[in-house]
């Protein structure tokens, strides 16, 4: 089973939609992480919260706004995205954002027409 | 900077049979960690296996074991008695004492196809 769960699983959406993603985790971990993957790469990191604040932003366009409401929580948002932001959108946790493995969700796989 | 460099793009193997992944990585840090996370086609990064760079001994789970080589820079991935379920894109990362939040670097991963 998934520690990490997100949704929706797919999403199909216009260049002018706005939509978000949602992320939750149940570990009591404390670090949350977004990431971008295109097909057949590895993750990039978009970002990363540390204790409910945003530590890492990896110069993401601002048409990406995450947001941690707490600790279990992590959304994104998403505003006039553009083609080339079709891609899967991964989650992933880890308990204090040190040496601790990341625990990921099975993503959502974002289309934008 | 870190770097990790896997350079089998695609690999195959028979069920049964064992297989050994690649991954050599160059980091300036004294202490660090390598994570080898497989990706089946559900999409799900699922972490294999972890050793820290101070601990001598090869670390094992099950079918999984590692060979890692601290002065050559090199953590390659043993997978012994291959399965049809090992049928996935596996990553090599790596994080070091001084990186902010745990941040990963990937290698650009290795596409594993297990046979009947």
């Known amino acids: 089973d998934t520690e990490v769960t997100q949704t929706p699983k797919h999403l199909v959406m216009g260049m002018t939609n706005k939509k978000s993603l949602k992320c939750e985790q149940h570990?009591?971990?404390?670090?949350m992480y977004w990431y971008k993957q295109k097909a057949k790469k590895p993750p990039e990191l978009m970002f990363v919260?540390?204790?409910?604040?945003?530590?890492i932003n990896e110069s993401v366009p601002s048409r990406f706004s995450p947001e941690c409401p707490n600790s279990s929580l992590l959304n994104l948002h998403l505003h006039a995205l553009q083609p080339e932001d079709s891609a899967l959108y991964l989650c992933?946790?880890?308990?204090?954002?040190?040496?601790?493995?990341?625990?990921f969700g099975d993503g959502t796989r974002l289309s934008i027409l | 900077a870190q770097t990790v460099t896997q350079s089998q793009p695609e690999m195959s193997v028979q069920e049964a049979e064992t297989v050994t992944l690649s991954c050599t990585y160059d980091?300036?840090?004294?202490?660090?960690?390598l994570f080898w996370y497989k990706q089946p086609p559900s999409r799900q990064m699922i972490l294999v296996i972890r050793?820290?760079?101070?601990?001598?001994q090869n670390a094992t789970e099950n079918r999984f074991s590692v060979n890692f080589q601290k002065a050559a820079k090199s953590f390659s991935l043993k997978i012994s008695d291959s399965q049809l379920g090992d049928t996935a894109m596996y990553f090599c990362?790596?994080?070091?004492?001084?990186?902010?939040?745990?941040?990963?670097?990937f290698g650009q991963g290795t596409i594993l196809t297990v046979h009947p």
């Open positions: 992933a946790s880890s308990l204090d954002g040190g040496f601790q493995p990341q625990h």
């Open positions: 570990m009591g971990h404390r670090a």
């Open positions: 919260y540390s204790y409910e604040k945003l530590s």
């Open positions: 980091t300036s840090e004294s202490n660090y960690y």
């Open positions: 050793q820290e760079a101070y601990k001598q």
């Open positions: 990362a790596l994080t070091g004492w001084s990186t902010s939040y745990g941040k990963l670097t």
